[in-house]
């Protein structure tokens, strides 16, 4: 608008408005301080809709003189009519004058009452116009002014309707085909609203002036209260602008409602492994409902939004799943280890309900009783030489369970070794006693927990005569054959590759292996590093010493059991017999033992039935030879609690007690007739032993009884 | 791969087991001895159950976690081995 260009020098302080009623000078558009000029320009066209409606009926075409405006500077700041009408154009006609019907209330009254009104106003106007721009108030008359000098020049913006009529080119194909240049240049800026502020800071510099003229003006609304002379109170309405409707549309949005409950472990999983949880997360298969879209939100919410998501998953289980997945997903989780360990404890525990009783009456726990069903004490055998379970009512061995499975089935047991470390382990070595018919020998490593399959197995190339396990590692295991090897192997993994044996030694045992045994052995001579050592006893009727070579095992010989065919018996003296034969020939050794609390002495038993008493230091005679059994030695072994006594049992019937450096044995016991293969010790009571022969295993105890036998089991099989 | 199958076997042999079930992380069974019906009941039931014991149990201390779940009822015990990835649930009446 033409008068924006004053209005950034001009400030104007009221706004005069026409109305039907009163006249009141309007302060109420006033905010304290600068009304916007524009705002007034709109005004004053409406103003002018009253004026010009009003001026049009009763002053048509009446000459206005023109009219200059003026600021306090004296410029010359008449504006500019909007519309210069084109002297061609026909005169506006009085209906075309856009009608402001909001001004007026009733039309008749109005127009006769500011009819007759703005003649004099107009009138007053110019004088006061006049005599007021002299003041330093600067009042809204000039606005006035500026309105009625626009009404000079009525326009009439419907009249711009008259166009040129342009002449119109025919569009031929050529006008179409012609490229026409079009040159795209930036218009100048069109600010069409420009609002300026009505406040003004503090701090500006126009401050204090305004400050003042607000000062001046309150002053003067307050000494026109009484001065009806000069100022007349008129009321105003503000004009309402019309209202238009618009409709809008957007795009619907989604709303999803997501609950969760955030636990405590939720948020430490949260904190430790974030990185860990989302890669767990992608091999998932995708799903589409709608709480995983959550769950890429926010990631605290994962864990139990996920929970909820697999839980509203089953509830609606599709039965018509990808087979394939499902058995790609069956491998996936067969193969893992977890599901292993998961299986192992799973038929410990299914095992551990069916052998309950035994289990708890092996390890002296109390029976737990089904609530629901009778218990029925299962009576199967047990191959153990404890100290004897208990019973109600008498003392009798009672059998607890059997090792078997069809791996062992047919299988004569021929050595049996426990773990030191692992008191659950037991180590049984499979092979036939015969010479021959030899089939490949079977060690199977049985674990309480689980009496229907062993732990390990392993099989040999021939049969298995003896194992022991290790005591410093108690994951090796060693294993003598029948055909001489001694082999070394590792249980702790289930893979059965690493093995140690002594196959390609060149001094290995040309008979069977009679006997193995790991010692700690003495490396210097204070005795306080203790070196573990293999030892063995074979057919062959040497003692060796066996190390761990680059080629596998190598042993030494420690000891050769030499056979003595002429023995004399004298009373009590210990003599060489060896080296009165001629031809020494070896002999069998069929066991041993060491002493427990020197390792360097050891007993080896005889086929012959000499027990040859032997240091690991003196390796061409024996320090002592025991004579009594007549039949092969089958089994010696040192009292663990009473130094200085061992027991021998062999195949004549008879189990002698013996005390070191005793010539003839201190007690012999007999009690059945037939060969007892295996005789030891009990590791608690210095009196108890037990032992196997033929028939049965029959339990000791020589504080109770020396000629009888105290308790005895049957046993079904052979050996 | 075999030896798992072999002890799968075993377990199944076992005196009074009646059924194996091997359910997926998402609760859906992979693998099982009973029938369809009661394979789909068992890992719906179990699954809430085991979520709901785990959730126990790391509540009280998070660093802890559910290992083994055993129910003992009157007629039969279920046995649940639960996993990140699994689940192995046992049933067996051990008084058969």
Known sequence: ?719 | MAEVEETLKRIQGQKGVQGIIIVNSEGIPVKTTLDNSSTVQYAGLIHQLVMKARSTVRDIDPQNDLTFLRVRSKKNEIMIAPDKDYFLIVIQNPSD
């Open chain 1, 1 to 719: 608008m033409s008068t924006s260009s004053e209005d950034k020098t001009k400030k104007r302080t009221l706004v005069l408005r026409h109305s039907s009623r009163a006249v009141n000078v309007c302060v109420s558009d006033r905010h304290g301080g600068y009304q916007s000029s524009r705002l007034t320009g709109s005004r004053k066209s409406l103003s002018l809709g009253g004026g010009s409606k009003v001026l049009d009926k009763s002053h048509v075409q009446t000459p206005r003189p023109a009219v200059r405006v003026f600021d306090k500077d004296d410029n010359d700041v008449t504006p500019q009519p909007l519309h210069q009408a084109d002297p061609g154009t026909a005169q506006a006609k009085g209906s075309r004058f856009f009608l402001n019907e909001i001004s007026g209330g009733s039309g008749s009254d109005q127009t006769t009452a500011t009819g007759s009104f703005t003649m004099p106003f107009s009138k007053s106007v110019f004088e006061s116009s006049r005599i007021s721009s002299q003041s330093t108030i600067e009042s809204v008359n000039e606005e006035t002014e500026d309105t009625f000098s626009k009404s000079d020049q009525p326009i009439s913006i419907p009249d711009v309707k008259l166009k040129k009529s342009t002449v119109k080119e025919p569009v031929t194909e050529d006008v179409l085909k012609e490229i026409i240049d079009i040159f795209l240049t930036e218009t100048d800026t069109i600010s069409l609203l420009d609002i300026p502020s009505t406040f003004v800071s503090v701090d500006s510099d126009e401050a204090d002036t305004v400050i003042e003229r607000n000062n001046q003006y309150a002053e003067l609304c307050r000494n026109t209260m009484g001065n009806d002379d000069k100022y007349v109170n008129r009321s105003v309405q503000t004009l309402d602008g019309a209202a238009k409707h618009k409709h809008v549309q957007s795009d619907n949005l989604v709303m999803v409602d997501a609950g969760l409950t955030v636990t405590t472990w939720d948020m430490y999983n949260t904190l430790c492994d974030p990185e860990q949880e989302k890669t767990v997360r992608s091999p998932q298969p995708d799903k589409t409902d709608l709480p995983e879209a959550v769950v890429d939100s926010s990631r605290t919410a994962e864990r139990s939004v996920s929970v909820g998501s697999t839980v509203s998953s089953v509830k609606d289980v599709d039965t018509s799943t990808n087979t394939a997945n499902t058995d790609s997903e069956l491998q996936l989780i067969v193969q893992s280890e977890r599901f292993q360990h998961s299986l192992l404890v799973m038929e410990r525990s299914i095992l551990l309900n069916i052998f309950q009783p035994q289990l708890a009456a092996y390890r002296q726990l109390p029976v737990l009783e089904d609530p629901d069903s009778p218990v029925k004490p299962e009576t199967v055998e047990q191959r153990e030489e404890d100290t004897g379970s208990s019973q109600s009512l008498s003392p009798s061995l009672q059998s607890l369970w059997v090792f078997s499975c069809r791996l062992s089935r047919g299988r004569s047991v021929s050595s049996m070794a426990w773990n030191e470390k692992n008191p659950d382990l037991l180590a049984v070595g499979y092979g036939q006693f015969n010479s021959g018919d030899q089939e490949p020998g079977l060690v199977c490593c049985w674990s309480i927990k689980n009496p229907t399959w062993p732990e390990r197995f392993i099989r040999c190339d021939s049969a298995v005569t003896c194992l022991d396990f290790s005591v410093n590692s108690p994951g090796q295991l060693a294993v003598g054959m029948h055909d001489g090897t001694i082999a070394i192997y590792n249980v702790h993994s289930r893979d059965k590759s690493r093995v140690i044996s002594s196959h390609e030694c060149p001094k290995k045992h040309l008979g069977p292996v009679c006997q193995l045994r790991w010692t700690l052995q003495e490396l210097s001579l204070s005795g306080e590093d203790k070196a573990e050592a293999l030892f063995s006893v074979g057919a062959d009727g040497r003692i060796c010493k066996w190390f761990v070579s680059s080629s596998g095992l190598d042993c030494t010989d420690l000891m050769m059991l030499k056979k003595v065919t002429t023995m004399k018996r004298p009373g009590g003296n210990k003599t060489n017999q060896t080296k009165e034969n001629i031809l020494s020939v070896l002999t069998p050794g069929l066991c041993f033992d060491f002493h427990p609390a020197d390792p360097g002495i050891c007993l080896a038993g005889t086929w012959e039935g000499l027990i040859h008493k032997c240091s690991c230091s003196n390796t061409q005679e024996f320090l002592e030879t025991y004579q009594k059994h007549f039949s092969p030695v089958n089994c010696i072994t040192w009292s663990p609690l009473s130094p200085d006594v061992f027991l021998s049992c062999s195949s004549d019937w008879t189990i002698q007690l013996w005390k070191q450096n005793h010539q003839k044995p201190v007690l012999g016991f007999t009690s059945t007739q037939g060969a007892v293969y295996d005789v030891r010790w009990s590791p608690k009571w210095a009196t108890v032993f037990g032992a196997v022969n033929e028939q049965q295993l029959e339990i000791w105890d020589l504080k109770t009884s020396i000629r009888r036998i105290v308790l005895w089991s049957e046993t079904p099989a052979d050996k």
